[in-house]
């Protein structure tokens, strides 16, 4: 029990921490094998540990803390990062994190620890728990990019009308290092429906609108039911806030 206030206070350890606590690798080895037998620790992943509370019985990290701690420089992002921010519709139970490192998917106590394409490590905040998260304005444009594959289209609706405001020379700056003309195009559109409430002025999407692509494109895979944007040369829904008042959920699957 020597050790467990310092782990506490890490909430989770890997095995390099472990020996810099102990001071070589094999009272390292011992340490955590002894810990994992009496139910101090518990492990997450390979060479990566949660303390487990000794009055509650349950692991203390919480989902973000753990996503922080499964690579040395992974961190909190798209959905899990506006459920973070308390900017989400719903609680997933995936959790989503980036890494440059090759990590493969993982359970743990309950939920379902996704990684996503890893989209360099600019516009990320450390809380003062220990959490790296995207920051909000990456987290908006990470989710616009990756919509299809995380959590549909309507959910990014949802946690957008919940956002009180947006820095939007700090949306331009994820956009341009996305350099893709055809996210300035779909973020010009999904967010001009929300322009006011997120207090975007027409210099922003006359900024999209000069760096998007010269090419038609879709939103997504084709629908029947999509117009013509012509300002934006996209194809997609017709009204996007009517689409989330509406409740359809159809696009959640695409």
């Not at 992943?45 to 420089?73: G, H, W």
């Not at 490590?121 to 920051?135: A, K």
């Not at 959590?151 to 331009?172: N, T, V």
Request: glycine share 4%; hydrophobic share 35%; with cysteine.
């Amino acid at each position: 029990m020597e050790l467990y206030k310092e782990l506490a206070a890490l909430r989770c350890f890997t095995h390099n921490d472990m020996v810099q606590l102990t001071g070589s690798e094999s009272a390292a080895i011992w340490s955590i094998k002894s810990y994992l037998k009496k139910g101090y620790i518990e492990r997450v992943r390979r060479n990566l540990y949660a303390v487990i509370s000794m009055e509650t019985q349950q692991p203390i990290p919480n989902r973000f803390q753990v996503a922080s701690r499964i690579t040395d420089d992974s961190f909190v992002s798209h959905h899990s990062a506006f459920e973070l921010y308390g900017y989400a519709n719903q609680v997933f139970y995936e959790v989503y994190f980036s890494t440059e490192k090759k990590v493969r998917p993982f359970d743990y106590d309950g939920l379902h620890y996704q990684p996503v394409l890893w989209r360099g490590n600019d516009n990320i905040t450390e809380t003062n728990n220990g959490v790296r998260v995207t920051s909000l304005e990456r987290t908006v444009i990470d989710s616009i990019a990756d919509f299809i594959k995380i959590g549909g289209l309507e959910e990014l609706l949802r946690c957008l009308a919940l956002i009180p405001s947006l820095d939007e020379a700090k949306l331009l700056e994820v956009l341009e290092a996305y350099g893709r003309g055809q996210l300035y195009q779909k973020a010009g559109y999904i967010l001009e429906a929300y322009k006011d409430a997120l207090s975007l002025s027409e210099t922003f999407f006359s900024e999209c609108m000069k760096r998007s692509s010269s090419s038609k494109t879709y939103l997504f895979d084709r629908q029947d039911d999509f117009v013509f944007h012509r300002k934006w040369l996209l194809y997609a829904p017709n009204d996007l806030k009517k689409l989330v008042d509406k409740g359809v959920n159809d696009y959640d699957a695409v």
